[in-house]
């Protein structure tokens, strides 16, 4: 049994669309981190001016990754790494940032 040029089309355009909701669901993703990711240096920048005693410390975005809803509670999350260094100093946090909310919260790195 061989498939008609119809199945064939309803098959090819469906993949296609498919693929372009998987695409644009990538998209979103990249989008949401370039929105937050601002938000997310400010807020570890000020964190590592304090602890590092250095106002004129400056940041830098390491990584950033989006966290899956089901392991926060529904709640889409972006999650950064940046690196704060001044004043012969420097440190490193993880920044959160609730996809839900205003704000962000930078914690301490493992590392530091």
Do not use: H
């Not at 938000?39 to 250095?54: N, P, Y």
């Not at 410390?57 to 889409?76: F, H, K, N």
Request: one cysteine or more; proline letters at 4%.
């Amino acid at each position: 049994m061989g498939i008609s040029s119809r199945n064939s089309f309803t098959l090819l355009a469906g993949l296609l669309v498919g693929a372009s909701a998987l695409l644009t669901g990538c998209q979103s993703s990249q989008q949401s981190l370039a929105n937050e990711q601002d938000v997310a240096t400010q807020t570890a920048l000020k964190r590592g001016q304090f602890e590092l005693d250095c106002p004129n410390a400056t940041a830098t975005v390491l990584s950033s990754d989006m966290l899956q809803p089901v392991l926060w509670r529904g709640t889409e999350r972006a999650e950064y790494q940046v690196g704060v260094q001044g004043c012969g100093k420097r440190a490193t946090y993880v920044v959160v940032c609730p996809m839900d909310s205003q704000g962000c919260v930078a914690g301490a790195s493992p590392n530091n």
